[in-house]
């Protein structure tokens, strides 16, 4: 057993630890380091707009040659952001805003038509390619049949009876087993964190590991 | 004025975004890279707002004494430490994320080292609320219960020294019986996306002016 000598390692425990005793009851500890992970992740936000959003995008091309003279508008558009602090001008904002929602909205049918809608598609059709040996065969046409299955489920402009209710109530069983299987992922994935924090108070902490 | 020229810009800028994505040409194809950099210049200033918005509210509290002010102080504290050392790192090295920066120390040794503590305490809760949800009552919910137990075994060594098909088992589930209800209900959030991005551009949807 060799405890870490480290000022950090000491701070990052101490934190962790002041965070798991939120597991006995909301106590002043807690409340502490969730406030400097506040603060902390605040600063840090404003250092990555510093860094990756103003000195790249706004003054480099602006105040270095070629100059991007154009680039004013944004800025000024961003500006008018700040017109919410003054009651008089607080609708300046809408302007910055419907150009955020333009281009977001813009920007995301495309994406959305390209990328969530025709190549998931695209994915599970049934090709020659899927049927090469007996299990690809039922995966293939499972992958199908979910796809099939779920969309008609989420299909509420038909009445549910015959052939279209059956499809639906399968529907509900793989939508059922999709959401446990990410459920599953999901808490595997915490309980992954959860070791890598045991293993750093116990190993580079304590040292007992 | 102040409606009307709103709702000029939204549609103007999501056409101009809509039509450079299909005519990649000028004048049209270098408009979408230019407004996602006009797009990103407006982000990092509606992000301010949002600083001194939260800023605002811990003055507020530490001017008017309320139930555990001294908190928000401890906020400034760790505010100020990450942004003195992000700037001056940023001053010092060209790039402040790079190891050894005493920016990308505090970072790896605080903030991520809180992070992962944060999402793992998640762990704690999502067990016990599985263990009050999870009750086999219906076929559905039986479905939900051993999906999730066999993606959850299936994924430690235990599940493997239990039934060496287990892993196995449990990446199927995964790829297979999850995909497709994955890819509908993927489908489905994109349909109603597309939707809603059109009725914004149209000027239907109009609630984010208000």
């Known amino acids: ?209 | 004025m102040k409606k009307r020229v709103p709702l000029v810009i939204t549609f103007v800028t999501g056409f101009i975004v809509i039509i450079s994505f299909f005519i990649p040409h000028r004048p049209f194809g270098p408009l979408e890279t230019d407004t996602l950099i006009w797009y990103s210049i407006i982000l990092g200033f509606t992000l301010l707002i949002g600083v001194d918005s939260l800023v605002r509210l811990h003055v507020r509290q530490m001017r008017r004494r309320k139930a555990g002010w001294w908190y928000s102080i401890v906020f400034f504290a760790g505010f100020f430490y990450c942004l003195v050392i992000g700037i001056m790192s940023v001053i010092r090295t060209p790039n402040p994320f790079q190891p050894g920066t005493i920016f990308f120390y505090g970072y790896k040794t605080i903030l991520i080292p809180l992070q992962s503590t944060m999402f793992a305490l998640l762990a704690f809760f999502v067990a016990s609320a599985s263990y009050r949800a999870f009750r086999a009552r219906t076929l559905e919910a039986t479905l939900l219960l051993v999906a999730a137990v066999i993606v959850m075994i299936g994924r430690v060594p235990a599940g493997y020294k239990l039934w060496t098909r287990l892993p196995g088992i449990a990446n199927w589930i995964f790829n297979v019986l999850q995909m497709g209800a994955m890819r509908g209900i993927m489908i489905g959030v994109a349909l109603g996306a597309v939707a809603m991005s059109l009725r914004l551009i149209l000027g239907i949807e109009r609630t984010y002016l208000s």
């Open chain 1, 1 to 209: 057993m060799s405890i870490s000598t480290s000022i950090w390692v000491w701070m990052a425990a101490l934190l962790t630890l002041m965070v798991y005793s939120f597991l006995y009851k909301d106590n002043p500890f807690y409340r502490l380091a969730e406030h400097i992970f506040m603060g902390l992740s605040l600063g840090y936000t404003l250092t990555i707009l510093w860094y990756n959003y103003i000195i790249p995008r706004v003054y480099e091309p602006l105040f270095l040659p070629p100059h991007q003279w154009s680039l004013i508008f944004p800025i000024l558009l961003g500006m008018m952001t700040f017109g919410i602090f003054s009651k008089k001008y607080s609708w300046l904002i809408k302007y910055p805003l419907a150009f955020y929602v333009g281009g977001y909205a813009g920007l995301r049918i495309p994406l959305l038509l390209q990328s969530w809608i025709i190549r998931q598609v695209e994915a599970s059709f049934l090709t020659p390619d899927k049927f090469t040996s007996l299990m690809s065969s039922i995966n293939a046409i499972l992958i199908f049949a979910g796809l099939f299955a779920t969309l008609i489920y989420f299909y509420f402009s038909k009445k549910r009876e015959h052939g279209f209710g059956a499809a639906a109530q399968v529907g509900i069983v793989f939508i059922m087993v999709a959401f446990g299987a990410a459920f599953g992922y999901t808490v595997m994935a915490r309980i992954s964190l959860l070791i890598g924090r045991m293993q750093f108070l116990l190993h580079d902490w304590l040292g007992i590991m």
